[in-house]
C-alpha cells in the first residue's frame, strides 16, 4: 500500500477536504488515520476510521472534522471545516491492518504513511 497525499491553504474559518488516495488490493482491510505535527509539537493523531467504518476524533477538531472513506476508489478522506490558525501543520495519513481498532488507536507505529501535505491556516 502506498499513500499519496493533498492538503492546501485556506484561510480561517473556511473548510479543505484532504484526500489520501491508496494503491492496492487490500484497502478495505487497513484501518487509517490522520495526524498532524505543527513545528516543536509531537505528532497527533486528528481522526481514524476502522476497516469496518468506526470513527474516532480528537477533542481538537470533534464537531467540526468528519474522517470518511471510499473503498471503491481506496481513497481515504478528511473534511474539515471552521479551520483555525491552531490547525495549521503538516498532515499525514497512515494504514496498518495488523491491529485491533484499540490498539490502532495508540500505536502510532504503522506499516504506512503519506508523504505528509501542509495545511496552513491564515488568520
Known amino acids: 500500500v502506498q499513500l499519496g497525499v493533498w492538503g492546501g491553504l485556506v484561510q480561517a474559518g473556511g473548510s479543505l477536504r484532504l484526500s489520501c488516495e491508496a494503491s492496492?488490493?487490500?484497502?478495505?482491510?487497513?484501518?487509517m488515520g490522520w495526524f498532524r505535527q505543527a513545528p516543536g509539537k509531537q505528532r497527533e493523531l486528528v481522526a481514524a476510521?476502522?476497516?469496518?467504518?468506526?470513527?474516532y476524533y480528537a477533542d481538537s477538531v470533534k464537531g467540526r472534522t468528519t474522517i470518511s472513506r471510499d473503498n471503491v476508489k481506496n481513497t481515504l478522506y478528511l473534511q474539515m471545516n471552521s479551520l483555525k490558525p491552531e490547525d495549521t501543520a503538516v498532515y499525514f495519513c497512515?494504514?496498518?491492518?495488523?491491529?485491533?481498532?484499540?490498539?490502532?488507536?495508540?500505536?502510532?507505529?504503522?506499516?504506512?504513511w503519506g508523504q505528509g501535505t501542509q495545511v496552513t491556516v491564515s488568520s
Open positions: 497512515a494504514a496498518d491492518s495488523r491491529y485491533s481498532w484499540a490498539t490502532f488507536l495508540k500505536s502510532f507505529e504503522y506499516s504506512y
Open positions: 492496492g488490493r487490500t484497502f478495505s482491510a487497513y484501518h
Open positions: 476510521i476502522s476497516s469496518g467504518g468506526y470513527a
